[in-house]
């Protein structure tokens, strides 16, 4: 007898797995979430908390960290979701470009690339998880043992935002945790996460 919740993904493409589920409809019509359509989409894309190389992934939606209030209805708020994270800055989108017309492998084995980063990686992961726990081991064990530079740890919203907007190395997107469990912004469990240059700690 088979659970009648068991779903075979392998045996199909991702594309008639899309068309099937309907997720798409059910999204236009407001009959799921925001968020329950995109993990949806992440698991139909092979994607799983259960393997932190294939996380799901969750886009940057607001794009203003700075005003005291946020009004929800000026688009100027919001990203421009039709653009890659690489894109949405016009100087850094030609650098991009520019790279990628102008490189050469001299051994004729790496194709020209845009972006010499990934919008989500391990590294990204325990980059956002780092003061929760298993993630707090993982992250340990990544930097040989010990935490990373003060300086690279996860600081806030708003500095991750103006970095992976400007640094030509940094395209991450978001993950489904801040959307629902605030708690990983906190250091609830007072690991010692050091000093930034600045003389604050993490």
Known sequence: MKPENLRNLESKTQKSLLRKSQI??????????????????????????????????F??????????????????NYRDLSKPMGALNEERLQEFIQRYENFQDPDNVIPPFHYGSHYSSTAIVLFYLIRVEPFTTLAINLQGGKF?????????VVNTWKNCLTNSSDVKELIPEFFYFPEFLQNLNKFDLGKRQSGKSN
């Open 59 to 76: 886009p940057w939606i607001i794009s203003n960290y700075e005003s005291e209030e946020l009004d929800l209805k000026d688009e100027k």
């Open 148 to 156: 990373d530079h003060a300086d690279r740890i996860f600081i806030d």
């Open 24 to 57: 798409t409809k059910k999204w236009q019509k407001r009959q799921i979430t925001n968020f329950d359509y995109l993990m949806e989409l992440n698991i139909i894309a092979g994607r799983s908390y259960n393997d932190i190389s294939q996380y799901p992934v």
